[in-house]
């Protein structure tokens, strides 16, 4: 449920990135678990650390780092967002969800999120791209939840089309130049911090989904409320399989991430320079 404070947080934090920053580039990317090696691309002009940010939430988790960088991907500006916070590190969807709120408030139109995830479709390998086309949403919670900012977005907002049909052709467009193949599919986010049982991942599978992760759904929300298009990329990072499954270690997530990161860079780079 959104706390009272919430809107004043999100404003406090967009105004001081906006005090930072003179013009605001209308692109953001975030950068989730092992993907960090996009930073390599970007002409960074500043970087704030999110702990200079008000009311930022700081990731309690190693794996990822904490700072939004301005610069550049192939002169066009953008904002990257190193890091970011989840459910399962015990902060609320809000709260989650407050970088994007801000980046929205800041005049941000498109956003590419990225994440690490396991795939439950067997035709998936680990190292694979996936553009997501679509979610369903297991979290068991909302960013959207509460009272309705209505300055900021609808109380029911549409969700016929989250991931941007327009942009994901763009982004077709960008692997097939590039000869980066990709797979397009639909992922269910789920809270974690546990990776799922066998039945848990016979559900998912059942349920039609094609990845799981445990991000991006409420970051997809908060953006799409806002009237924010939407790209999103999970690397596949574990084979699911549903009838041998085997164990899975945060090290094998941050290696099969490290390792697509080159295919991601250049597929990233081709869509900038085609948004
Ligand atoms: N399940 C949930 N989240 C994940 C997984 C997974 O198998 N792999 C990477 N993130």
């Known amino acids: 449920m959104m706390a009272p404070d919430y809107r004043a947080r999100v404003e406090a934090?967009?105004?001081?990135?906006?005090?930072?920053?003179?013009?605001?580039?209308?692109?953001?990317?975030?950068?989730?678990?092992?993907?960090?090696?996009?930073?390599?691309?970007?002409?960074?002009?500043?970087?704030?650390?999110?702990?200079?940010?008000?009311?930022?939430?700081v990731s309690t988790v190693q794996s990822h780092q904490g700072?939004?960088?301005?610069?550049?991907?192939?002169?066009?500006?953008?904002?990257?967002?190193?890091?970011?916070?989840?459910?399962?590190?015990?902060?609320?969807?809000?709260?989650?969800?407050?970088?994007?709120?801000?980046?929205?408030?800041?005049?941000?139109?498109?956003?590419?999120l990225t994440n690490a995830c396991g795939a439950m479709n067997p035709d998936y390998k680990s190292g694979d791209i996936v553009l997501l086309k679509d979610h369903i949403n297991m979290m068991g919670?909302?960013?959207?939840?509460?009272?309705?900012?209505?300055?900021?977005?609808?109380?029911?907002?549409?969700?016929?089309?989250?991931?941007?049909?327009?942009?994901?052709?763009?982004?077709?467009?960008?692997?097939?130049?590039?000869?980066?193949?990709?797979?397009?599919?639909?992922?269910?986010?789920?809270?974690?911090?546990?990776?799922?049982?066998r039945s848990e991942y016979i559900m998912l599978r059942l349920l039609g989904a094609d990845v799981v992760g445990m991000s991006?759904?409420?970051?997809?929300?908060?953006?799409?409320?806002?009237?924010?298009s939407v790209i999103a990329f999970s690397v596949v990072t574990d084979e699911c399989s549903l009838e041998d499954l085997q164990p899975i270690s945060l090290d094998d997530v941050l290696a099969a991430a490290k390792k697509a990161s080159p295919k991601l860079i250049s597929l990233i780079k081709g869509v900038i320079r085609l948004i």
């Open 141 to 197: 919670h909302n960013p959207l939840e509460g009272p309705n900012v209505d300055d900021w977005g609808p109380r029911f907002p549409d969700m016929s089309d989250p991931y941007s049909s327009s942009l994901r052709d763009l982004v077709r467009r960008a692997a097939n130049d590039a000869r980066i193949p990709i797979q397009e599919g639909v992922y269910v986010s789920v809270v974690g911090p546990n990776l799922e049982t």
């Open 13 to 57: 934090a967009s105004q001081y990135l906006r005090s930072q920053i003179s013009e605001f580039p209308s692109t953001a990317i975030v950068l989730g678990t092992g993907l960090d090696a996009l930073i390599s691309s970007v002409s960074v002009i500043s970087e704030i650390p999110y702990v200079d940010i008000p009311h930022f939430p």
């Open 67 to 112: 700072s939004l960088v301005y610069g550049t991907i192939e002169s066009q500006p953008i904002i990257l967002l190193r890091g970011r916070v989840h459910l399962y590190e015990g902060y609320d969807a809000n709260t989650v969800t407050l970088p994007v709120r801000a980046l929205g408030l800041c005049g941000i139109k498109t956003l590419v």
């Open 216 to 228: 991006t759904v409420p970051e997809v929300l908060a953006a799409r409320h806002m009237g924010i």
